[in-house]
């Protein structure tokens, strides 16, 4: 079920600065850092939608690829059509549509992909979302370093000074919570008695800092941000609201 609509809603969501997740003790290697990330695809999707099973497996690629960044993030526009979506979250429906009014555009459907913050495609035609790899890649590189790692019971989200001179604004730092899979049981809607997986589904998603382009470390306490059911983490150094994304990384909890 690809809808789309145009109803916008302006503004920027700040999400509060406390993230539920579970953080190991040891110090963990960050499996790629931001210049090396070419991409982050953000998949817009639902369990509710019928046409998002081939896009929601389509991001597994994604996720198996070194240059990108791939996430789920589940809508709750669709919960009623008779199945609530077990993932969803009324914040990526935010988010979602905060990407619309950014781009001016207005469109907001499932499955639809967001590349680098800039850029949308349906989330199932993957000639057209590498195309906008690559062209994002060229356009709206994401060349600010960052690293994410945990040493002792803290977690360090380091974002290094940027290469370019393109990022002078103020940007948000953004801490996802990921489950890096889920298997669910659709039991009714338009995927009813489907058994679905899904891939990188972001739990929460919080600012826990503004970047202003020098070099600056962000610490966060375990003690206080505990959540059982994940097992990564990803950072997002991005533009205003709904802007490009400058800065990536990702860490294995």
Known sequence: MIRIYTTLVPGFVAAAASVSMMLA????????????????????????????????????????????????????????????????????????RTYAHARGDGNVYTPQVVVN???HEVGSRQRLIDKAIIAMDRLSPISVPVTLRTEDKTMLIEVGQSLDGASKSRCTVWL????????????????????????????????VGMWTGKAETFRLDSAAINRRDTDAFAVLVQQGAGGPIVGAAWLDG
Not at 202 to 207: F, G, K, N, Q
């Open 25 to 96: 003790a040891n110090t963990h290697e960050v499996r790629a850092e931001g210049p090396k990330i070419k991409a982050v695809v953000e998949l817009f999707t639902s369990q509710g939608c019928s046409s998002c099973p081939p896009a929601d497996a389509l991001l597994k690629t994604y996720i198996d690829r070194p240059d990108v960044l791939a996430l789920s993030m589940p809508v709750d526009y669709w919960d009623y059509l008779g199945w609530k979506d077990t993932f969803a979250s009324p914040q990526f429906s935010e988010r979602q």
């Open 117 to 119: 913050g800039r850029t």
């Open 176 to 207: 996802a919570v990921v489950k890096k899979t889920g298997g669910v049981k659709i039991k009714r809607g338009e995927n009813r008695g489907r058994q679905l997986t899904y891939y990188n589904v972001v739990r929460d998603l919080s600012p």
